[in-house]
């Protein structure tokens, strides 16, 4: 997706331009709090929603000044994408894991891979704690307190083929500023990658990544819908996104 060129971005703006400009931010303002409102829930108390609605409304301003109205793609979408990468901008500002947490997501992450390679189907809890060296309900309590950390989604770090540490690649583009073709074939792989890693997972784990990322309910919403804990329902979806880092950490490599 492309925004307004250099050239369109220095022409001075119309009267209609600013006047659209303005209706627009408007417009569309209620989706920065309800965003923002969303990324709230799931992280820890000392993350204020007021910093997530200050960055969110930079990414709209961003959307409405970039938007290209010749591309076929609704303005809305553009300034959804655009707020939500403002606010996970914000997030990795703040460094909200510790290194003992980035860790514990390491290890797990590893544990699953190794486990994966060897016998060529999903790994299990169990089998993971075995590898880890941890009971069940140690290894529970370590996905609940990663989750709680910070927000742990398809769009967080990766580990590159450059170093060891979390780079800026994410696992969902969003839209960029360029449509490089290098760049579309890279989604669209990672794209097939995600969908066959889906497809590997039970019934339930397919169920909460459905109703968590499709229909965009809480964690307690998708515990009363499959009639568990949210606590579990924080544990299973922890570990399916690990299950996942894993495969895209494998297609990196």
């Not at 997030?91 to 190794?114: F, H, V």
């Not at 994966?116 to 140690?138: F, M, N, Q, R």
């Amino acid at each position: 997706m492309k925004g307004y060129t250099q050239e369109k971005m220095t022409k001075p703006a119309t009267k209609k331009h600013l006047a659209w400009r303005q209706k627009s931010i408007v417009e569309y303002a209620y989706l920065v709090k309800h965003i923002a409102y969303r990324f709230a829930i799931r992280l820890p108390a000392s993350v204020l929603l007021d910093e997530l609605i200050s960055a969110g409304s930079l990414g709209l301003i961003d959307a409405v000044d970039k938007f290209d109205q010749s591309k076929d793609v609704s303005l809305k979408t553009y300034a959804q994408y655009r707020i939500k990468g403002a606010i996970l901008d914000e997030l990795r500002s703040m460094d909200t894991y510790s290194r003992s947490m980035r860790k514990k997501i390491q290890d797990i992450t590893k544990a699953t891979k190794k486990i994966e390679d060897e016998k060529g189907s999903p790994a299990t809890d169990l089998e993971i704690c075995d590898s880890l060296g941890v009971d069940l309900a140690t290894f529970q309590d370590m996905l609940t307190n990663i989750h709680g950390a910070a927000v742990l989604s398809l769009d967080e770090f990766v580990k590159t083929k450059k170093n060891d540490t979390f780079s800026q690649t994410r696992f969902q583009s969003g839209v960029k500023g360029e449509d490089n073709p290098a760049d579309l074939f890279d989604r669209a792989e990672m794209k097939h990658v995600l969908a066959k890693t889906i497809q590997t997972l039970t019934t339930k784990e397919q169920m909460v990544v459905s109703l968590y990322y499709y229909d965009e309910l809480t964690l307690r919403e998708i515990g009363e819908v499959l009639s568990l804990t949210e606590s579990r329902i924080c544990q299973i979806h922890t570990a399916v996104l690990i299950k996942m880092k894993a495969k895209l950490v494998e297609y990196e490599t």
